[in-house]
């Protein structure tokens, strides 16, 4: 009995260690699992953060498989919520570092139910053939979508879904290695646009590079105006720009080119707006005019700790996507708002990719004025659910109202959306949209050219 009772001393004795050793991790900042952290990844001093989640473990791990069979019930009974030991006991600290596994569990639970009601809800829907007279006619434009980042993969693919075109325009490097030193940030973000649009075409510019010291990667601002330059040219509809800095006419030429796109060109730019939190203001290029900013919430739609303030001079409209936990593919994790930017900017190409597919290609007004800021703020904000001041993205909620008794097709979706965000942008004139053999007449309100 002496025996027994030693051992079981013993046994808890190791239990405290094991504790304490999380804890002095959580204080100094040590992930939970740091042999699977990728690189970090900052633009100017706009940091990424990079995490990877092993579903199947948690920092509890290393209790599961000490303690008599009694110990590991326990812990297994209460891996559902977070383990609150009386304070008596365990110090706060402890029992933080025990919540932040449970809230990290939950975080990327969230982002994977958001994408499968993408997946199973808004994409069937959106990406579903209707016999329309699009389908008739030439077959309609395809979606394209330039992503400035530090390049991709050579080996990316996903659902046999590849990039069209790629260039380095990085000064001193060659133009064909857009792969060169790759850290892994562009490769996620090209993952995250795949997902939410899988038909899209990917244009990849590389415009970011590591420090002469090796350190982390930061935008080249030179590579930017050419790269900004090379996607008008390939009239690309979408660019998506997962950096920021915080000065904004520094003479670059960076400010210009976006400008003159925003002015003369029919496309959509979308930025990442920051990772600071309350301690920093939304950065460069996501407060410009002409671009659509996008913040990282959580896949349940509440704000973390890294969302940017919501009061802002430069936005009238503030989106936010999933941008914690997400998955990169395989077991890898990421968080920040660079990864929530490219989600967006998916959405956004599937509206183009609906509206291309099932409206006559002679009405070309509704085209050039569905790829303004202005007209895909209020499709977005109908395809959102209002968090505060954010507009969090959940296109499936419009989607399956009533689906069960009266289906949602893509046709509705586009009446509806010329019928409502549209009508201030459209010229005095009338649009047809075909159904069958029946022509459907959208009458548009005069509106200043």
Not at 74 to 95: E, L
Not at 334 to 348: E, M
Request: aromatic share 8%; net charge positive.
């Amino acid at each position: 009995m002496a025996s027994f009772a030693k051992t079981v001393s013993h046994q808890a004795t190791s239990s405290r260690a094991t504790i304490a050793i999380l804890s002095s991790q959580h204080e100094r900042g040590t992930p939970p699992h740091p042999s699977r952290i990728h690189p970090p990844y900052a633009c100017g001093q706009y940091p990424e953060v990079q995490d990877t989640v092993e579903r199947k473990r948690n920092p509890l791990r290393s209790l599961k498989s000490r303690g008599p069979k009694k110990q590991r019930n326990d812990i297994n009974k209460h891996r559902s919520f977070p383990v609150k030991n009386p304070p008596d006991r365990i110090p706060n600290r402890q029992a933080s570092c025990q919540d932040t596994a449970f809230l990290s569990l939950q975080s990327y639970q969230g982002a994977d139910k958001w994408f499968k009601n993408l997946e199973t809800i808004t994409l069937p829907i959106f990406m579903r053939q209707e016999n329309t007279l699009a389908r008739i006619g030439p077959p309609p434009k395809e979606v394209r979508i330039a992503i400035l980042d530090s390049g991709i993969d050579s080996g990316f693919h996903f659902r046999d879904r590849v990039y069209k075109r790629s260039k380095n325009f990085i000064s001193g490097e060659s133009e064909h290695n857009y792969n060169k030193g790759e850290t892994g940030h562009g490769t996620a973000v090209a993952y995250q646009v795949a997902r939410a649009c899988p038909n899209a075409k990917l244009y990849i510019a590389r415009v970011a590079k590591r420090n002469d010291d090796g350190g982390k990667p930061v935008p080249d601002k030179q590579a930017i105006v050419k790269a900004l330059q090379w996607a008008s040219r390939e009239e690309v509809d979408i660019i998506i720009m997962s950096f920021g800095w915080e000065t904004q006419d520094d003479g670059d030429g960076v400010e210009d080119e976006l400008d003159n796109i925003k002015n003369k060109k029919s496309i959509l730019m979308f930025a990442a707006s920051t990772n600071d939190g309350t301690l920093g203001k939304m950065l460069f290029p996501a407060r410009h005019c002409g671009v659509i900013a996008v913040d990282a919430f959580d896949g349940f739609g509440k704000e973390i700790p890294t969302t940017g303030t919501p009061d802002s001079d430069w936005k009238r409209e503030r989106f936010a996507a999933p941008g914690r936990y997400l998955s990169a593919g395989g077991d890898k994790r990421v968080t920040g708002s660079s990864y929530a930017c490219p989600i967006v900017a998916g959405i956004a190409g599937l509206v183009i990719e609906a509206c291309r597919r099932e409206m006559p290609r002679p009405e070309a007004s509704v085209y050039k004025r569905l790829e303004t800021r202005e007209a895909m703020e209020s499709i977005l904000k109908l395809l959102s659910t209002p968090k505060g001041d954010f507009n969090f993205l959940t296109p499936w909620e419009m989607l399956r109202e009533d689906r069960e008794e009266n289906p949602c097709e893509t046709f509705d979706f586009c009446r509806s959306i010329i019928k409502g965000p549209l009508r201030p942008y459209l010229r005095c004139g009338a649009s047809f949209m075909m159904k069958g053999n029946m022509a459907i007449s959208l009458i548009s309100p005069t509106a200043a050219s």
